[in-house]
Structures are given as structure tokens and as C-alpha cells.
């Protein structure tokens, strides 16, 4: 999976129509209208503004508009070449200015399909992890069973507070939670608490 962590553009013209794309993070879709607001905003004349969301590394939530073109020719190329891309949590919007000559249903979705294309390939993405949560509390004299759990595994820390005992909040990829919890499970008794604590996901 992938995803960008700020704003990447796009411009591809054809017969006349100007097609902007616009490639913003949303790890919501409130966060994804909010942005599609913006565009709206930004070009008040423009003839459409079509768009497509991907949200959640987990369980991905979609979304997709055709603004007024012809059904399934602008939205739904722009998801495909979401999902193409393995993108989530992020919107894509093609802003067109009609240019005075049709181009006919498929040549509508190949635009549209091209500006998403254009503007995903002119983003600097980001590899995105789902992962599962866990949080750890324990004496440290146990130190040494949590180093060896994050050297056969890619922990990712969290939180950590090192008091009276440690607790240790972290992320395990979804490719290796299994493992890692069979791995872990022998070590549950010497340890003061130990919690799944829910999903989420890194971005490297």
C-alpha cells in the first residue's frame, strides 16, 4: 500500500479540455470532502470536478463521482488507477475545463484515467504498513524478551516510559502479527499487563 503526505498536481490536455488533477492526504472522508471543498473553491468555473477516495488500511472505504459526466467515464477511472496504484488514504481530483469538443465516452475515461495517472506519477509516495497495536507494561529485568521480540520482528515503537516498570507501546505489521504473537504468547505470564490495543498503520 501507498499513500502522499502533502499536495501533487497534474495537468493533461486533450482536444481542447484541460484536465487538473489534484492528489491530497485523507485519512478520512470528512477529510476528503473537506479537501474536494477547496478544489471547488479554487476553480469556481471549472465545467466538472470529479474525484475518487481510498480510506483506511484496514478495511478500505471507497468512493467515487462523476460530477455530472456520462456514468462511470470519470469517477471510476480515477478509483481504478487508485487502486492500480495500491493507493489509500488519499483523494484525487480531475478538474476539467471543457475545451468545445466531446470526446465521447471512452475517450472520457482514458482522460480521466490519464489525469490520475499523471498526477500519481508525479507524486512522491510513501510506502503505508497496517499494523496491529499493543502496549506492554513490564519489569526490566524482562528488557532482554522484548529486545529479541524486536529482532526477529519489525516492532515499531509508539510510546515508551521507562518508571517504576516499562511500558512499551508499539506497532507489528499485518504480515507478521501471527507469528509474532505465537512467538510472544510463552511470555505472557512474566509480563504486569499486556493489551491489543487496536489497528493502525506506519508510513515510512
Request: with cysteine; charged share 30%.
Amino acid at each position: 500500500m501507498y499513500t502522499v503526505t502533502e499536495l501533487f498536481e497534474s495537468d493533461y490536455r486533450i482536444k481542447g479540455s484541460k484536465f487538473f488533477g489534484f492528489l491530497y492526504p485523507a485519512n478520512s472522508k470528512t477529510e476528503a470532502e473537506k479537501f474536494l471543498e477547496r478544489i471547488k473553491n479554487e476553480h469556481p468555473t471549472a465545467t466538472h470536478h470529479c474525484y475518487a477516495w481510498r480510506v483506511g488500511a484496514h478495511n478500505t472505504e471507497e468512493f467515487e463521482q462523476d460530477d455530472g459526466e456520462p456514468k462511470g467515464t470519470a469517477g471510476m477511472p480515477i478509483l481504478n488507477t487508485l487502486k492500480s496504484a495500491e493507493m489509500v488514504n488519499c483523494i484525487l481530483v480531475s478538474v476539467r475545463y471543457y475545451g468545445g469538443t466531446k470526446l465521447g465516452k471512452s475517450g472520457l475515461i482514458d482522460a480521466y484515467g490519464e489525469s490520475a495517472r499523471l498526477c500519481i506519477q508525479s507524486a512522491g509516495l510513501r510506502k503505508l504498513i497496517p499494523v496491529q497495536t499493543y502496549k506492554i507494561k513490564y519489569d526490566y529485568q524482562h528488557q532482554g524478551i522484548i529486545d529479541k521480540l524486536k529482532n526477529d520482528f519489525t516492532l515499531i515503537e509508539i510510546d515508551s516510559t521507562y518508571l517504576e516498570d516499562v511500558e512499551y507501546e508499539f506497532g507489528c505489521p499485518d504480515s507478521e502479527k501471527i507469528k509474532f504473537e505465537g512467538a510472544l504468547k510463552p511470555y505472557l505470564h512474566l509480563f504486569k499487563d499486556f493489551e491489543k490495543t487496536g489497528e493502525s498503520y506506519h508510513i515510512k
